[in-house]
């Protein structure tokens, strides 16, 4: 996929706690009417929109919460409308975006204009040995986490994973705060990435396991 052909203005979806990274997969449960529409939409121009995290740090503007100005721009790759009106889809992660400026909402539903040429490296394959230390540190350090945290966890399943996998993997599902989970977007690369990983592991095992240490929720 080259650069010139994504979009530069889009939808967000706003969400605290909801991390999509380049190369992930995130499932989404959509169900309020702007986002219905949303998606509607972006089925029908190209099946992008952005994921972002409300900042709690700033006031709230005329259209919701401030936002973080790191998000990342997904492309829809499946779907499926239930009976009950809702939409299940799956957000497959394409580039970090930093906002440069929200524009006119649509049917309810937040619109950037957004500069992506700062994370074109996120667009390259990744080498599958990215990890800056032995990869056995970090499954000690998953293993000290998921016990503190009480998860019984596929060890053979994780096993399996090349190295862009596991850490992305573990980014997004790992039960982190709004702060930590920006932080890992904001990684510079995936390298770095893998670092930070390791090291909020260990401090939220240290702390007796997610949610138990001093770093606040977002609500």
């Given at each position: 996929?080259?650069?010139?052909?994504?979009?530069?203005?889009?939808?967000?979806?706003p969400?605290?706690?909801?991390?999509?990274?380049?190369?992930?997969?995130?499932?989404?449960?959509?169900?309020?009417?702007?986002?219905?529409?949303l998606?509607?939409?972006?089925?029908?121009?190209?099946?992008?929109f952005?994921?972002?995290?409300?900042?709690?740090?700033?006031?709230e503007?005329?259209?919701?919460p401030?936002?973080?100005?790191?998000?990342?721009?997904?492309?829809i790759?499946?779907?499926?409308?239930?009976?009950?009106?809702?939409?299940?889809i799956?957000?497959?992660?394409?580039?970090?975006?930093?906002?440069?400026?929200?524009?006119?909402?649509?049917?309810?539903?937040?619109?950037?204009?957004?500069?992506?040429?700062?994370?074109?490296?996120?667009?390259?394959?990744?080498?599958?040995?990215?990890?800056?230390?032995?990869?056995?540190?970090?499954?000690?350090?998953?293993?000290?986490?998921?016990?503190?945290?009480?998860?019984?966890?596929?060890?053979?399943?994780?096993?399996?994973m090349?190295?862009?996998?596991?850490v992305?993997?573990?980014?997004?599902?790992?039960?982190?705060?709004?702060?930590?989970?920006?932080?890992?977007?904001?990684?510079?690369?995936?390298?770095?990435?893998?670092?930070?990983?390791r090291?909020?592991?260990?401090?939220?095992?240290?702390?007796?396991?997610?949610?138990?240490g001093?770093?606040?929720?977002?609500?």
């Amino acid at each position: 996929m080259k650069l010139d052909a994504l979009p530069e203005e889009f939808p967000i979806f706003p969400l605290a706690e909801a991390l999509l990274l380049p190369g992930g997969r995130l499932p989404l449960n959509i169900f309020e009417p702007r986002y219905l529409a949303l998606v509607e939409d972006a089925l029908g121009q190209g099946r992008y929109f952005g994921m972002v995290q409300p900042d709690k740090r700033l006031p709230e503007g005329e259209n919701g919460p401030g936002l973080y100005r790191t998000g990342c721009l997904g492309r829809i790759n499946a779907f499926e409308e239930t009976d009950d009106g809702r939409f299940l889809i799956s957000l497959n992660g394409v580039i970090r975006f930093t906002i440069a400026e929200e524009v006119g909402m649509r049917h309810g539903y937040r619109r950037v204009r957004a500069g992506l040429a700062g994370f074109a490296a996120d667009l390259s394959p990744v080498e599958t040995a990215i990890l800056p230390f032995p990869r056995q540190d970090l499954l000690d350090a998953l293993h000290r986490y998921f016990a503190a945290a009480g998860v019984e966890a596929n060890w053979e399943a994780i096993g399996e994973m090349d190295d862009v996998t596991l850490v992305t993997s573990l980014c997004m599902a790992c039960p982190f705060s709004s702060e930590e989970k920006q932080a890992l977007l904001e990684a510079w690369d995936i390298s770095h990435r893998a670092e930070a990983l390791r090291a909020l592991l260990e401090i939220d095992a240290f702390d007796g396991g997610p949610g138990n240490g001093d770093t606040p929720k977002a609500s």
